[in-house]
């Protein structure tokens, strides 16, 4: 049997690969396989060659799959033993080349090998030069990031040459490919974005004001959530001059379920900002809304194109997403990058645009799920579609894992009303109104109520616990309902509760009627 026997089948349309035979991925079989990693820099125009004791000359990095069928982790693999490096971003799912390698003969390990031909499949990746690099002195002598127009100086192996100049090609293709599909999103996307918009309302009436109070609501919001809360707080407070007089109080009030208070307390600063120094008009540069307290790149990207027309792109996650699958972009959360490929292809309907992204990653090319791909106007363009990994994009960072807390929480029921603190300025929920509460190391066996808070003829009535989850932290939370004559609680500030003041939802809970509520 001869590699020539095997079945191997490469879709050069689609890029995609299928083997038949195990004995390909057995290096004792005369018929086997290779996967070998050509890594670029990031400028595309360095590759990190090892100087290769077998070849004796300078050659890419990889090795035999050893029973692996999976040929892009062999070469994943390959490449971090054989340089060191850690970090390594994959160009593409698709092979930059698939074909018969020649190996000569050589000794290894002091067993002979005979001179014999092997399948290899090669795959580029993306690496930086500033990180470290460590020879693999069983098969190689050396590393070099070497320049592209310089290999054929360098490889002294006639036949790689070849193969070397087919996949400098294949990338060059594939860097073309990604290029062309971020280029025609704007004749795609506006006429599906016409037809298929949703009628929400912020897209009504649309100013700089309405844009920065939706953009900064559906941060941490679904969009269905923030329609109701949007149109309250747009009917109280109608204009940035109000939202800028409006006291603490009432905004967090007006803000209670959307939770992560510190945006409304920015919104009032940056309102008071806009009237104090603009005279209520917001600017229309990213660079000047940028400073306003609250607003990143994507918020001021998505004022300046909704509002004002202007050219910039607003990337936020839904857009991440589709364009990182669209260029099938594997590197880990590339905002600034995508940033500069959409402001090169920005059409004049600028405002559309953006929108447009934002829409079809919302409805089509959904989180979460499997995207829609025929239902998508970038269908014919799309690389992860051609190539069968939109599952795998985007790379997410990894979640930093969440610190955890316990607190015992003390609801005080008094005939003055239900004893609420102030938090203090700093750390989470800061300024905001809560029950008074302590932190513990483990919930006490029995129920021990500070003897600082004064309480008097005090009877718990229940107890309950729930757990309350931020983005990177979690408390566990035992509540005492606690009925008393009075109390004297030390704290920041007092109050007892009212309809006027806001409760974060990690305590709202707790003055809530409970269901299953475990009585002591």
Known sequence: MTLKDCIAIYNKESRLLSFEGEALYDRKSPVHATASALVFNEGRDKVLFAFHKIYRSYAWLGGHNDGEKDFLAVALREAKEESGLRELTLFSRAPLHVGLLPVAAHVRRGEKVEAHEHLNVTFGFIASEREALTVCEEENSALAWLPVKELDAHCSEPHMLPIYRECLAAARELSAEKAHACSVLPERLLPWYDLHRRDLPWRRDISAYRTWVSEIMLQQTRVEAGKSYFLRFLRELPTVFDLAA???????????????????????????????????????????????????????????????????????????????????????????????????????????????????????????????????????????????????????????????????????????????????????????????????????????????????????????????????????????????????????????????????????????????????
């Open 246 to 520: 409006c006291p603490e109080d009432k905004l967090l009030k007006l803000w209670e379920g959307l939770g992560y208070y510190n945006r409304a307390k920015n919104m009032k600063k940056a309102a008071e900002i806009v009237v104090e120094r603009y005279g209520g008009v917001f600017p229309s540069s990213v660079e000047e809304l940028t400073k306003l307290p609250g607003v990143g790149e994507y918020t001021a990207g998505a004022i300046a194109s909704i509002a004002y027309g202007e050219r910039e792109p607003a990337v936020d996650g839904n857009v991440v997403r589709v364009i990182s699958r669209v260029t099938e972009d594997y590197r880990v959360d590339p905002r600034r990058e995508i940033a500069a490929q959409l402001r090169a292809v920005y059409p004049e309907r600028a405002g559309d645009f953006t929108q447009s992204l934002m829409e079809i990653g919302a409805l089509v090319c959904i989180p979460n799920g499997a995207p829609m791909c025929e239902q998508c106007p970038l269908r014919e363009d799309c690389l992860s579609r051609r190539f069968g990994c939109a599952g795998l994009l985007p790379v997410l960072p990894e979640k930093r894992a969440r610190s955890k807390k316990k607190l015992c929480v003390f609801v005080i029921e008094t005939p003055e009303g239900t004893a609420l603190r102030k938090r203090s300025e700093k750390g989470v929920l800061r300024g905001m109104w809560e029950y008074p509460n302590v932190e513990v190391k483990e919930f006490p066996e029995k129920a021990e109520i500070p003897a600082e808070y004064g309480l008097k003829n005090a009877q718990i009535l229940e107890v309950f616990e729930y757990t309350h989850v931020f983005t990177h932290l979690e408390w566990e939370m035992r509540c005492y309902r606690i009925q008393a004559d009075g109390a004297d609680i030390p704290c920041y500030s007092r109050a007892y509760i009212s309809e006027h003041l806001s409760i974060p939802s990690a305590f709202a809970r707790a003055g809530r009627e409970q269901k299953g509520v475990k009585k002591r």
